[in-house]
């Protein structure tokens, strides 16, 4: 009779540890990222203008807040304009249900017509490239800066490491994760909002975080201590995460007026 007791108890707890396993991987977010590549100033306005009446208001009344809208700091090509459009969603149906709830709403529909009703020979972008995220487990939900700075003199930092192939991206994961790489970011507090990998995107595998300063000598001053940090320097020369990453991307940007954050 103990050992059938003691059997269905282990069964229990098994059961309770992996519910909660389960629990944690359902509460990691999903994120979209949405780049608008734009021809002409024009084209950047009547963008900022739909972005900023129409749709993060129509967001933010479906529940869905802390969107973050961000430029290029420097433009290499003013013929290839980008505006970054940050959407994290509690969930894949969320994700999935809102395009079809927006055209339902008659007021989002009305303030964005200019964007939305544009002709085909007078289009608003030249094209929208999406990448789509799920948070990490050590970082499940993203999480908004706290900086000081205006808007205007903010310093973003978004960085996208590729891998030469899937098991390297899942050793660059694994150092992240419970390698201790994202504890690191918070040590010493890089205003991390998210880190993620990359589930569908132009290129994989990958991982994709973002940074955020008051200032690029605030951004330079952080890297400072993050290269100088003894967790960093012992995680780096472990033979399991050597040649880990064969591209390393970074994107510096600024928040636009209207952004979340």
């Keep these: 009779m103990n050992t059938l007791k ?20 359902a509460d990691r977010y999903y994120y979209q990222i949405k780049i608008y590549h734009l021809k002409t100033s024009a084209q950047e306005g009547r963008v900022d203008r739909f972005l900023q009446n129409a749709y993060l208001p129509a967001m933010h009344k479906l529940g869905i807040k802390d969107i973050g809208v961000f ?33 339902n709403d008659s007021k989002y529909l009305e303030d964005g017509k ?29 999480v908004m800066p706290n900086l000081t700075a205006n808007k205007v003199d903010r310093y973003y930092e978004l960085r996208s490491y590729e891998s030469p192939t899937e098991k390297y991206h899942a050793s660059k994961v694994k150092m992240f994760t419970t390698g201790g790489e994202t504890k690191i970011f918070k040590t010493i507090n890089s205003n991390g909002v998210f880190y993620s990998q990359v589930i569908a995107g132009s290129h994989m595998p990958n991982l994709m975080y973002l940074t955020t300063y008051n ?28 040649n880990n990453v064969s591209k390393n991307e970074q994107t510096f940007l600024h928040p636009t007026a209207y952004s979340d954050f």
Excluded: C
């Excluded at 505006?83 to 249900?97: G, Q, R, W």
């Design 71 to 103: 430029k290029l700091i420097d433009v290499p090509d003013t013929t290839d304009r980008k505006i970054y459009v940050f959407i994290p969603f509690k969930n894949m149906d969320e994700l999935e249900s809102t395009p079809a709830k927006l055209l």
């Design 114 to 142: 200019d964007y939305l009703d544009a002709p085909y020979n007078n289009a608003p972008y030249s094209r929208i490239e999406t990448i789509l995220l799920r948070a990490f487990a050590e970082a499940p939900v993203p």
């Design 6 to 25: 003691n059997t269905l108890a282990g069964i229990l707890v098994a059961a309770l540890l992996l519910s909660g396993t389960f629990a944690k991987a």
């Design 215 to 242: 200032s690029k000598q605030d951004r330079d001053d952080h890297w400072k201590v993050f290269s100088a940090n003894p967790d960093w320097n012992k995680l780096k020369v472990m033979d399991e995460y050597l």
